[in-house]
Each structure stands twice: as structure tokens, then as C-alpha cells.
């Protein structure tokens, strides 16, 4: 279904173009095989069709419609109703009278064909597949638009026709007056009536054309002046008189009716014939469901018929089936003949047999031998002639029966059959019973006639006396029966002449009754009226007025004129309190919106005006003079506008713009005798509290300022500056309170301003696009152009005043005083003034809240323009120039907001570092997080960011720097950790934050990692250096006895030895608790690495530097001992000790070996051998573990 809607449709086609459909196509599209196939291809196959799609009965539910009902329906109504035809992406105008091809061809069907559809199941009979919405649409427009046979007259289809239940007449109804539109409702109406006025019987109308008028009771031939005295009462009123209805027709009903009171005397009268003629007269329902119910009911009924035939009339047998004996009663007669026989034998080949019970048994035999030999003969006979007349004169043995209701029965075969094992006493029994139930169907008719017999008496009696009576006698006796009725007839008319004129009477005054109720809510318009406009519903007043124009102009009764002109004078009233409304300055906007839609619907209305509306108004306001303003006219700010002379929408956009334009002059005009009052020595506190006006907000942020006033004070060093921070601190009042004001009103006056727009439009649609005479017409956007943005411009530089002060803009261009221009030279000194970092803050969440508020509403505002603008030279939105303004002012502010969050963050950060030695990275990124979320426009303040960070670095390197100059090599190490950390992960973050703001990160990048390294090399350089002179002088000690001694091995550690390694050891705990396994970046080794290096290579010289001094005093056993050593401390530092010193090692213990006479060589045992280095080892073990691997 939904390929079949996108193929016909063509929204699959680019550019969309829908296809072509023939005349034969669509009867066979909607009803399948049920029309001629014409297409070669398709003969022979069953096709189904649209139409019992949307009907098809569900197989699992019944009195239900499968589910794909609902979208066969839908696809239906898409076709009839809303289907548009399209030529290459253009779509083609019809005219709209004019059905199309979907819809001609479903208004051309037959009503049995249209029964297809069930649509009662649609309306009401099931939810679950059913498709009420689309299901009436096609009602109504079968209803209204159904052709004759010859495919062009219009042929209105009765409602009855396609839903034959009460029940989905009402739902339709319902739907009719509810959801359905106003035109259409007219348009069923009017098909409805036709199809009452051309029928000949007298037909209920639908109760939506019934609604239009009260009930009447039916009434007689004598109450006709009733009726016409009813008409006449509505002529009176001034209101459209009913339809009369026909004499003729009266009396046809009055006496139907009078006929069916008392007893049927013919046939045309009973009940009975009245439901035949209505079965005749209604066509067979086709559909799928009244088939299968309608044959399921035949075969349920053919059924019980035979399975009533089957039953044993003697009831011995009730589970037996005679139809299945009926069928094998040849083979049955030769089984029982077959049975006969071997019990025959059997007792015969028994001792004592019984010859009786054997004789017996063989005349049953030969009985059934009889029967079964007529039977083959009639078989024979059947065969050898087709039609015999003797054979019409007696009964067939081949056609005998056992069923009793077949006319062939033939009893002895039934017994033969059914009951031959039965005994005498069991089917005299039986027959006993049958008896019984003759002689109950007898004494029921005995019944019968004793309780009706007065009734029989009276109708034999009559049949004597007509019987016996001559001609003359008997129309002597008519006569006489029609002179008696005449008379009884004449003094009724005389005994109840009175009763009959006072009930004409009742009836009379019940129909002026029921005309006044009628016209009710009329009379009662004028005081709900009144009562609506006293409760502010303007919208219910129109509604009770919309009743009253119903009164036709030249109407004669005085009540329904007085009604007329209060009703209007309430309309006036209602003009007035709305135009009232449009000029107020507080009331909400969707009452604004609400004003202006009832306000145009009541000029819409074409209230009657009043030449003495004037004198009214004054009566009114309490006998005043007369105002010096029209009626309609309003003053706001010195600015006299007149409501009436332009449309409700235009008429409050200048209302609603003079008021904004006077709020813009008082704010500016406050914010100026706030500053001058501040100065002549009032505080800004005691002005605050005497606002009439204050928000929340503003409160708060004024008690914060009183709360810090004092501490401002303080820190002035005199009382006598305490004025300039009021100064300042009012200043961001007058900021917010600018703020407060573009925040509210510019939505306020834009969406009023679109209302107007729309209203432009509506009325171009009604009068043309053309304007007439010459006359210019205001427009919302030449108000707003004129009316508004220049108030909104000179808010926008009142705010940036208030915010920057005489600061120069982006543009180049300083920022205009809005205020102030006259005032002293110290207080235009503080207005000019730039704010502090407190005050700049507060004043940019608010600047950022104009810029958003503005660019929000600039767009809106260029929407307003007409299209055909020629006449305007203004291209762009009238509030771009306000939101150039607005934009430069934040980035103003919010430059120097990040100027002082980084003044502010390097003062923190140095101090930081130079009394606790801490790289405070961490503050740097809480600076750019805050600087993120509230900026504005952060990548305008670039620089600023790029700077600030560069700043907080060099300040923090700089007090680093500080903290290590009067400390030692702990310090500075702690300072080269810092900036290791920093290098490793800090800056990395501070630079990722400063990209996402848009900045230069690379430049920021190099710089900051520049000034962090040459502090981190210049720390390290320092404490290397202080390593080398240590390590130099702890390679002095202990050379003195060591040289002047005995030449006898000694059990001691070297103290040169021992000193050395403790220097080292030393350096590397020193690294170790402040480096860690940190790398550096420069070298890519650990800090410790680098350390311990430094101090191998300074030992390995000064050791070497020790023993030249020394070598021309060493003894023999002396220079082999040293020998020894230099050998333990390269095996010891060899992992640390670099290529030079390993070499300068390497030589200086060549050389002691030459002196020792080894010729540079080691011996393998001896004193001096490989048990001196275990010794050493033994001895220095502390160092061997602490310096290893």
C-alpha cells in the first residue's frame, strides 16, 4: 500500500512528477475481479481490489476488520481527497469543483458495489482495524458528490444507503458536527435536505440538520392553524421561518397513525408484511462478511434438518444415524441374511436344537430373502427402462426408505433394519409414546379453542346472521351503522368543542414558548456581555455578540432592536478597554497577543459606530469635562497616538515602542542623579533603598557592595574617597539595570512586531499587494527602524559607557558619554575611568548577556522586512549596528578581564614559588578554566591569553629563582623537580587549554618551555658544580700517612677511598629523595644518572691528580697496594664512570703496576693479588652495596 501511495504520488521522481492513470484502470483498482478485465494478460486471475481491502472481514475476530484495513482506508482516502497531480515538479491547479479521477471513479459506483467498504465496522464497529477519520471523509464526499448512470448529473446518495445502523448514523453525526469543517457540514447539510425534499415518504432527517430546529409533536388535521400560528410568531421576531410542512402529508401520518393504534385488519396492516416489504425494499449487502455468515447460517440449518431426519422416531436408538443405514441398506439386508443363516446352522448342529426357534429363524430368513430379491428386481427394472407408468402408480423397492420424513418410507424395512432384534413388548412401548405425543398436539388444539371460545361463539354467530340475512336487509343495517356513527361523531364534536379550542389555545402559547426560548441566548447577549468584560474574557464577549447579529436590520419587535443597540454599545465598550489594554506598559505580552486577536475580530465584526460615543465616556469618567484626546487616542511621553488609525498589532508596536523609548530616557536620566547625588556626599546604599524599582538581582549585588564599602574605605587611606567607589559601584547598577531593560523589552517589542507583520500579510491577501490612492501605509519594520532602533542604540551606548567608561573600541573609536557631560571634572574623571577587576567582571556577564540578547533578536528583526523592499535603502537588519556596538564592548571588557585574571594569577604564582619553592601550574589552569566558561568571545582576547601565560611563567621561574639564592643544593634541587614536573605535565595541560580557546599554542609552547628550562638547567649546572668541588676535596683525605707510613698491607679501608665513595653516596641520596627516577628532558637520562656521572668523573681525576703528585715517594709494595685500590674503585664505579675517566683510571694504575716491577699486570695470588681486591671488598662493602648493580 505505501509503494503503491509513493508511486502515485511521484515523490520518488526528481523532479516530481506523478503518473498516468486510464478510465479502466481505476474500477479495476477499486473493485479487482468484481468489474470486466479488459488487459489480456490479467483475464482468468483473481484480483482484489481496494474496496474489499478496506472491508476485509478478520478470520480470528468476529464483527472485525483485519488490520490492514486501517492503511487500505487511508490510502483510500489520500486517493479520493488529497491526491494532487504533478508535472515536472510543478503541481497542477484543477478546479477545485471538479473531482479527481480517484474520486470520480468512486463516486460513479453502484451502492452495492460501495458496500465493499463495511463501512459501519469503520465508524463504529471495530478499533482495532477500523478508520473512523478517513471512513467519514469518504462519506461525506460519496454523500455530497455521487453520480448518476450517466457520470455527470450529481445524484445525492442517501446516508441509510452506506450505513444501514442507527448506531453508525449517529457516529457519523457526531463526528459531522464536531471534527468535521464548517464547509463541509454546509455541504451534507445541503445533500441531506435534497434527498428529504425529493423523497415521497415523509423521512427522518440526521440530527445535524435537526439541531437547526426545535421538536414538534405530531398533531392532527385540526391543529394546522397551530403550525401556521408558530410561523407566524417567527416572522414577528424578526427570524427565518421554518419549512411548513404539507397538509396532505399531515394527514397521510395522522391517519398511518391512527390505523396502527387498535388491531390489524388486513394484511397490509400487520407487522409481518411491513418487515417483507422492508427486506424487498433494501438491497443486498455484498460484502465479504454477509457471504460467509449468510451461508455458514444455511449450512448450520441444513444440518440440524438432517440431523433430525437421522433420529430414531421410537427414540430406542438415539445415537443411531438412519441417513448412514439409509446409504448400506443393501449390504446390511444381506448381512442380517447372512447372520440368519449361520445361526440356523449353528442350532442345527447343536445335540438338542430347538425346531420352533429354528423355523422361526428360517422364516426370517426367507423374509429378508423376499425384501432383498424386490429390491434387486426394482434395481433391474430401473436399468431396462427409464420411465414406466406403472411404476409411477406403485412404490420402487429400490427407492424404499427408512427415514419417516421421506415420502418412500416403508415401515418393514425400517424394522427390518433398525429394530429387528427388538422384542414385542419394547416396540408396543414405543408406539405407546408416539401415541402420547398425537394426543398432546390434540388436547393443545382442545386448549386452544376452550380458552378462545367467546371468540369462536361471536364469529359463528356472524356467519348465521350474514348468512341467513336477504341484500336488503343487510344494507338496511350498514346504513343504519353509518347514520349511528355520523351522530356520534356530530356530538362529539359539540360535547368536546371547548376542550379542543382551549388545547389549540396551550398549543399556541407552547409554540411562542418555545420562539422565546429560542431566542434566549439572544436576549441574553447584551448582560453575558457585560459580565465578560467585567472578568477580562474579551474572547467570550465576541462569542455572545457573533448571537445577536443573527437580528436582521429592518426587524419591528422594539425588544430584539434594544437587544441590537446594547449588544453594541457592549461592543464599543469592549473596543475601548482593548485599545486600553494595547496602551498599557506592564501587562504581559500573550495578553498583548490576546488583545490584539480580539481586537481584530471585533473589527471584524463591523461594530455600528456612535456619534456620541464622546458624551458616553464622559458620562462615564463621572461628568468630567470633555478630553482634550479623541476617543481612542493615547499620550506616552509626550507622543499622541491614535489607535484607530492603524490596525490593532501596528497600533501596539508604537504604543509598546513609545513606552520603551521613555524607559531608555529614565534610565539613562536615573543613572545620572545617582552618580550626581553620590557626589554632593549621599551613598549609594541609602539611594538604593529608596528605589521604587529594584529586581532581586540587583539588591544582592548592591547589599555585596555595601558589605564591602567599608573595606574600600579602609584601604583609600581617607574618608574623603569613599564617594568614588559608589561612583563605581553605581555604575554597575546602572550596567545591569540597562541590561534588565534590552533583555526585556526588545523580545517583547519583536514579538509584537511579528504579530503585526502577520497582520500585514493577512491584509495584503484580502485587498491586493497594491497600495490605493497613493496613500502611504505604516509598516512594523519602518517602526521599528525609526521608533526602536534608536533607542535600542542609545541603550546599547549607555551600557558600554556604564561598563568601560571613555575607553577606545576595538574600532578605534572612543565610547560616547551617555551621562555625566556636565558634571564636576573629578566626577567625569571616575564615569571615564576603566572599572576594577571586581566591578569589570560583574559588568562583562552582563555585556555578554546584551550581545547574545541583541544578535538574537537582529535576525528576527530583519524578518520583519517586506519583500518587495525597493523603497528601502537599509539592506541590513536596523540592529546590526547596535550589535557592532555591543560585540566591541565585550571584547573590550572581557580583554581586560583577562588582563587582570592573569595580573592576578603571577602575583599569586610568583609569591608561591619564592616562599615555599612550588611551581604552581595548577593556578594557571583554574585561570584559563574560569577564562573559558565566561568568555564571550575568546578568541578576540588571543593575545591577551597568549601573554598572560607567558607572564605567569617567567613570574614563577623568577621566584623559583629567588627561593634557591639564599639556600643550598636541597633547594635548588627542588627547584629543577619543579620544573621537571612542569615540562612533563603542567604546561602540556596549560597549553591544550590555551588551543582550545583558539590561541597560538605552539608559540606559548616554546616560550614558557624556554624560560622553565634555562631555570632547570641553571638550577642543575649549579648543584653539578657544587658536586665536583666536594667530590675534589674529599679525594685529599688521608694521603699523609698513607704515603709516610710502614710498606706493610694494612687491614683498614683507604681514607681517601672511603671518603670519596661517602661523597657519592651522599650526592646520590640528595637526588634520589628530591629527583627520583625523573628524566631530564635535554640529556634523556635520570637525573640521578647524571649526578652520580658527574661525581664518578670528579673522583677518577682526583684520585689520578693525587697519585702524579705522589708517584716519586711510593714504595714498591705501596704503588702495588694503590694499584689495587684502582682497581676495586673501577670495578666499583664502572657503570657511572665515563670513556676519559675509565682511561685516566686505566693509565694511573699501569703506571703504579711498573712501579710495583709487574709490568702493568696483576697477579693471581699473593698479598697483592686477587685476595687484596676481596679484602677491599670485604672491607668496603657498605659501598659496594650501595653503589653495585
Same mark, same amino acid.
Given at each position: 500500500l505505501q509503494r503503491f501511495r509513493n508511486y502515485a504520488s511521484g515523490e520518488k521522481t526528481k523532479p516530481r512528477t506523478t503518473p498516468e492513470?486510464? @478510465?479502466? $484502470? #481505476?474500477?479495476?483498482?477499486? *473493485?479487482?475481479? =468484481?468489474?470486466?478485465?479488459? @488487459?489480456? $494478460? #490479467?483475464?482468468?486471475?483473481? *484480483?482484489?481490489? =481496494?474496496?474489499?481491502?478496506?472491508?476485509?472481514?478478520?478470520?480470528?475476530?468476529?464483527?472485525?476488520?483485519?488490520?490492514?484495513?486501517?492503511?487500505?482506508?487511508?490510502?483510500?482516502?489520500?486517493?479520493?481527497?488529497?491526491?494532487?497531480?504533478?508535472?515536472?515538479?510543478?503541481?497542477?491547479?484543477?478546479?477545485?469543483?471538479?473531482l479527481n479521477p480517484f474520486a470520480f471513479a468512486l463516486c460513479s459506483l453502484l451502492p452495492s458495489q460501495l458496500s465493499?467498504?463495511?463501512?459501519?465496522?469503520?465508524?463504529?464497529?471495530?478499533?482495532?482495524?477500523?478508520?473512523?477519520?478517513?471512513?467519514?471523509?469518504?462519506?461525506?464526499?460519496?454523500?455530497?458528490?455521487?453520480?448518476?448512470?450517466?457520470?455527470?448529473?450529481?445524484?445525492?446518495?442517501?446516508l441509510e444507503t452506506l450505513l444501514r445502523s442507527k448506531a453508525a448514523q449517529h457516529a457519523y453525526e457526531t463526528w459531522l458536527k464536531q471534527s468535521a469543517p464548517k464547509q463541509l457540514q454546509k455541504q451534507v447539510n445541503k445533500a441531506l435536505e435534497s434527498i428529504a425534499a425529493a423523497s415521497p415518504q415523509k423521512q427522518q432527517a440526521p440530527e445535524s440538520i435537526k439541531a437547526a430546529s426545535p421538536k414538534k409533536k405530531q398533531v392532527s388535521i385540526a391543529d394546522d392553524s397551530s403550525i401556521e400560528d408558530e410561523d407566524d410568531i417567527d416572522a414577528e421576531f424578526g427570524l427565518a421561518p421554518k419549512k411548513k410542512k404539507a397538509v396532505a402529508a399531515t394527514t397521510t401520518t395522522t391517519t398511518a397513525t391512527t390505523s396502527l393504534d387498535g388491531p390489524p385488519i388486513k394484511w397490509e396492516d400487520s407487522e409481518l408484511y411491513r418487515e417483507q416489504v422492508r427486506k424487498a425494499n433494501t438491497p443486498e449487502r455484498s460484502s465479504v462478511r454477509d457471504s460467509q455468515q449468510e451461508v455458514a447460517e444455511k449450512k448450520r440449518i441444513e444440518q440440524e434438518k438432517l440431523k433430525a431426519q437421522g433420529k430414531d422416531p421410537l427414540g430406542l436408538k438415539p445415537d443411531l444415524d438412519l441417513r448412514e443405514i439409509q446409504q448400506l441398506k443393501m449390504e446390511l439386508l444381506e448381512q442380517a441374511v447372512k447372520d440368519l443363516h449361520e445361526e440356523i446352522l449353528e442350532e442345527r448342529n447343536q445335540g438338542e436344537a430347538d425346531e420352533e426357534h429354528i423355523q422361526s429363524l428360517e422364516v426370517q430368513k426367507e423374509s429378508l430373502e423376499h425384501i432383498l430379491d424386490t429390491m434387486d428386481m426394482g434395481m433391474n427394472r430401473d436399468a431396462d427402462s427409464d420411465n414406466d407408468e406403472d411404476e409411477t402408480k406403485g412404490l420402487n423397492s429400490s427407492e424404499r426408505s427408512i427415514i419417516p420424513t421421506d415420502p418412500?418410507?416403508?415401515?418393514?424395512?425400517?424394522?427390518t433394519l433398525v429394530h429387528r432384534n427388538a422384542s414385542y413388548d419394547v416396540l408396543m412401548k414405543s408406539i405407546e409414546r408416539l401415541s402420547n405425543k398425537t394426543e398432546n398436539q390434540v388436547m393443545q388444539l382442545q386448549n386452544l379453542v376452550r380458552d378462545n371460545f367467546e371468540l369462536f361463539v361471536r364469529c359463528a354467530d356472524g356467519f348465521d346472521i350474514f348468512e341467513g340475512a336477504k341484500g336488503a336487509n343487510l344494507e338496511t343495517r350498514l346504513d343504519n351503522l353509518d347514520a349511528l356513527a355520523e351522530s356520534c361523531s356530530d356530538q362529539a364534536r359539540k360535547s368536546f368543542k371547548p376542550l379542543l379550542d382551549n388545547t389549540n389555545e396551550v398549543r399556541k402559547v407552547q409554540s411562542a414558548l418555545r420562539v422565546l426560548q429560542r431566542v434566549g441566548p439572544v436576549v441574553q447577549a447584551p448582560h453575558q456581555m457585560r459580565q465578560h468584560l467585567e472578568n477580562g474574557r474579551f474572547s467570550q464577549a465576541l462569542k455572545a455578540y457573533r448571537r445577536v447579529l443573527i437580528i436582521e436590520e429592518n426587524c419591528k419587535i422594539d425588544l430584539l432592536n434594544r437587544v441590537k443597540e446594547k449588544a453594541a454599545d457592549a461592543a464599543r465598550e469592549a473596543r475601548r478597554d482593548l485599545e486600553k489594554r494595547l496602551s498599557q506598559e506592564k501587562i504581559s505580552v500573550n495578553s498583548l497577543l490576546e488583545g490584539i486577536q480580539d481586537l481584530t475580530e471585533l473589527l471584524d465584526l463591523d461594530v455600528p459606530p456612535d456619534p456620541r460615543e464622546v458624551l458616553k465616556v464622559e458620562d462615564e469618567k463621572g461628568g468630567e469635562a470633555l478630553p482634550a484626546l479623541p476617543v481612542g487616542s493615547f499620550d506616552v511621553g509626550g507622543l499622541v497616538i491614535n489607535v484607530r488609525e492603524h490596525p490593532p498589532a501596528l497600533a501596539c508596536l508604537l504604543m509598546q515602542a513609545a513606552h520603551f523609548r521613555v524607559l531608555v530616557t529614565n534610565t539613562i536620566e536615573k543613572a545620572d542623579q545617582n552618580a550626581t547625588r553620590i557626589y554632593h556626599g549621599e551613598t549609594l546604599t541609602s539611594i538604593q533603598g529608596s528605589e521604587e524599582v529594584a529586581s532581586v538581582r540587583q539588591n544582592t549585588f548592591v547589599d555585596d557592595m555595601s558589605v564591602r564599602t567599608p573595606e574600600s574605605k579602609k584601604t583609600a587611606g581617607s574618608a574623603g574617597n569613599q564617594w568614588k567607589y559608589d561612583v563605581l559601584d553605581a555604575r554597575v547598577v546602572a550596567t545591569i539595570r540597562a541590561v534588565d531593560l534590552m533583555r526585556t523589552w526588545l523580545p517583547r517589542l519583536l514579538t509584537i512586531g511579528t504579530a503585526a507583520r502577520e497582520d500585514e500579510k493577512r491584509r495584503a491577501a484580502r485587498v491586493g499587494r497594491h497600495r490605493g490612492d497613493g496613500e502611504s501605509q505604516l509598516t512594523a519594520f519602518e517602526v521599528f527602524l525609526t521608533n526602536i532602533t534608536p533607542a535600542v542604540s542609545q541603550l546599547v551606548d549607555h551600557t558600554a559607557f556604564c561598563a568601560l567608561g571613555s575607553a577606545v573600541r576595538t574600532s578605534g573609536k572612543k565610547v560616547k558619554m551617555s551621562f555625566g557631560s556636565h558634571s564636576p571634572d573629578k566626577l567625569q574623571s571616575i564615569l571615564k575611568s576603566p572599572l576594577p577587576p571586581v566591578q569589570s567582571t560583574q559588568c562583562a556577564k552582563e555585556l555578554a548577556e546584551l550581545v547574545r540578547t541583541v544578535i538574537e533578536s537582529s535576525a528576527a528583526a530583519n524578518g520583519l522586512r517586506h519583500a518587495?523592499?525597493?523603497?528601502?535603502?537599509?539592506?541590513?537588519?536596523?540592529?546590526?549596528?547596535?550589535?557592532?556596538?555591543?560585540?566591541?564592548?565585550?571584547?573590550?571588557?572581557?580583554?581586560?578581564?583577562?588582563?587582570f585574571a592573569f595580573d592576578v594569577c603571577a602575583r599569586t604564582c610568583s609569591s608561591r614559588a619564592s616562599g615555599s619553592g612550588k611551581f604552581d601550574g595548577d593556578a594557571i589552569l583554574k585561570c584559563l578554566h574560569n577564562l573559558s566558561e565566561e568568555l564571550y568571545r575568546p578568541e578576540e582576547c588571543a593575545s591577551e591569553i597568549e601573554k598572560g601565560c607567558e607572564l605567569v611563567v617567567r613570574r614563577s621561574c623568577e621566584g623559583l629563582a629567588s627561593y634557591v639564592r639564599d639556600r643550598g643544593d636541597s633547594a635548588r634541587l627542588r627547584a629543577v623537580a619543579e620544573c621537571a614536573d612542569a615540562l612533563a605535565g603542567t604546561l602540556q595541560d596549560v597549553v591544550r587549554e590555551v588551543e582550545y580557546l583558539g590561541c597560538n599554542s605552539q608559540a606559548v609552547e616554546e616560550v614558557m618551555e624556554e624560560d622553565v628550562m634555562g631555570l632547570e638547567g641553571a638550577m642543575f649546572d649549579e648543584f653539578l658544580d657544587n658536586v665536583r668541588i666536594n667530590v675534589a676535596n674529599c679525594c685529599k683525605v688521608g694521603w699523609m700517612g698513607m704515603v709516610d707510613g710502614p710498606d706493610v698491607a694494612s687491614s683498614t679501608f683507604p681514607p681517601y677511598l672511603s671518603a670519596s665513595l661517602l661523597a657519592i653516596v651522599r650526592c646520590r641520596a640528595q637526588v634520589e629523595k628530591a629527583l627520583g627516577d625523573k628524566v631530564r628532558r635535554l640529556e634523556?637520562?635520570?637525573?640521578?644518572?647524571?649526578?652520580?656521572?658527574?661525581?664518578?668523573?670528579?673522583?677518577s681525576i682526583g684520585i689520578c691528580d693525587e697519585v702524579k703528585t705522589r708517584k716519586t715517594h711510593l714504595k714498591v709494595k705501596q704503588a702495588d697496594r694503590m694499584a689495587n685500590e684502582l682497581q676495586f674503585l673501577m670495578n666499583i664505579l664502572k657503570s657511572y664512570i665515563s670513556d676519559e675517566g675509565l682511561s685516566l683510571l686505566e693509565g694511573t694504575r699501569r703506571t703504579l703496576c711498573s712501579r710495583a716491577g709487574r709490568g702493568g699486570k696483576a697477579v693471581d695470588d699473593g698479598p697483592d693479588g686477587l685476595a687484596a681486591i676481596e679484602e677491599l671488598e670485604r672491607l668496603g662493602r657498605v659501598y659496594v652495596l650501595c653503589l653495585g648493580e
Open positions: 492513470f486510464y @478510465d479502466d $484502470d #481505476l474500477p479495476l483498482l477499486f *473493485l479487482g475481479s =468484481l468489474v470486466p478485465v479488459l @488487459d489480456e $494478460d #490479467l483475464v482468468g486471475q483473481r *484480483l482484489y481490489g =481496494l474496496l474489499q481491502a478496506c472491508g476485509s472481514p478478520s478470520v480470528e475476530h468476529e464483527n472485525t476488520l483485519k488490520r490492514s484495513a486501517r492503511p487500505a482506508m487511508a490510502l483510500l482516502k489520500y486517493l479520493v481527497c488529497d491526491f494532487c497531480e504533478y508535472d515536472n515538479g510543478v503541481k497542477v491547479t484543477a478546479d477545485p469543483k471538479q465493499h467498504m463495511n463501512l459501519e465496522l469503520h465508524i463504529v464497529g471495530d478499533k482495532r482495524g477500523g478508520a473512523k477519520e478517513d471512513a467519514c471523509h469518504i462519506i461525506s464526499l460519496i454523500v455530497t458528490r455521487h453520480l448518476a448512470d450517466d457520470g455527470e448529473t450529481t445524484k445525492y446518495l442517501p418412500n418410507f416403508d415401515p418393514l424395512l425400517f424394522l518587495d523592499n525597493d523603497h528601502f535603502d537599509y539592506n541590513l537588519s536596523p540592529l546590526d549596528e547596535c550589535r557592532v556596538l555591543a560585540e566591541e564592548a565585550v571584547i573590550t571588557v572581557e580583554r581586560r578581564r583577562c588582563i634523556g637520562m635520570t637525573y640521578q644518572f647524571l649526578a652520580l656521572a658527574t661525581a664518578a668523573d670528579a673522583i
